[in-house]
């Protein structure tokens, strides 16, 4: 079946740091692939998305590329902030999500 | 514009009780789902419904059924609580106008004593 397998956390950084989360992923065919964030207390939002190959997801300073040959879809941020401290979930499919077990991010000022 | 809405937000149950989650959504999405947050593990598909009327298990069925009611409504039942079953859960939609994303609710957390 299909997997999704983030990098272990949880990962601490200092402001303006750079982030790598890394993300890969096994399917049949070709999935869409997602980024979601998870706030204290509330339900995960769309971060950001890629529907195929080569392309190259953005949100709010972060940003994604699906890669094809290794499976991948890591997630970057070239500067932290303290409001990015989270909970980031790497998907796959259509809809119907296949996730990883997330990554918890905290940035200290 | 409310999206997903799921209740209750909070839920203490004793062991072999049982009660019902209610999702609904007004984003017009074709498919939903309910999903469970355990620490660790992420996410597991529950059940879902990929169209009004049709309803198919997912990685972590046992335990519970569903209903789709409707279009906007997909509700999720616990027959007989277990310890097992505290956990979060969340309701989530998807389909609309073609979009492969899931758009989710602000979740439940039930604790089974």
């Known amino acids: 079946g299909d997997s999704v397998t983030q990098m272990e956390g949880p990962v601490t950084l200092s402001e303006e740091a750079f982030l790598t989360i890394n993300c890969t992923y096994t399917a049949t065919g070709y999935p869409s692939l997602f980024w979601y964030v998870q706030y204290p207390g509330e339900g995960l939002q769309l971060l950001l998305k890629?529907?195929?190959?080569?392309d190259k997801g953005s949100n709010k300073g972060f940003e994604a590329t699906y890669r094809k040959e290794t499976t991948s879809f890591h997630l970057e941020k070239g500067s932290v902030q303290v409001s990015d401290s989270a909970v980031y979930f790497c998907a796959s499919g259509y809809g119907k999500l296949t996730f990883g077990q997330g990554t918890i991010l905290t940035v200290h000022p | 514009n409310a999206g997903v809405t799921q209740t209750p937000k909070f839920q203490v149950l004793k062991t072999g009780q049982s009660m019902t989650l209610q999702c609904a959504q007004d984003?017009?999405?074709?498919?939903m789902y309910w999903y469970r947050q355990d620490p660790g593990m992420g996410l597991r598909l529950i059940y879902y419904s990929a169209s009004e009327g049709t309803t198919d298990k997912g990685e972590v069925p046992n335990g519970y059924n569903v209903s789709r009611l409707n279009k906007r409504e997909f509700s999720l039942r616990l027959e007989s609580a277990a310890p097992s079953q505290t956990s979060v859960y969340f309701c989530?939609?998807?389909?609309?106008?073609?979009?492969?994303?899931?758009?989710f609710g602000q979740g439940t957390r039930l604790t089974v004593v």
């Open positions: 989530a939609g998807s389909g609309r106008l073609g979009n492969t994303e899931a758009f």
């Open positions: 890629a529907t195929k190959a080569d």
């Open positions: 984003m017009n999405h074709n498919s």
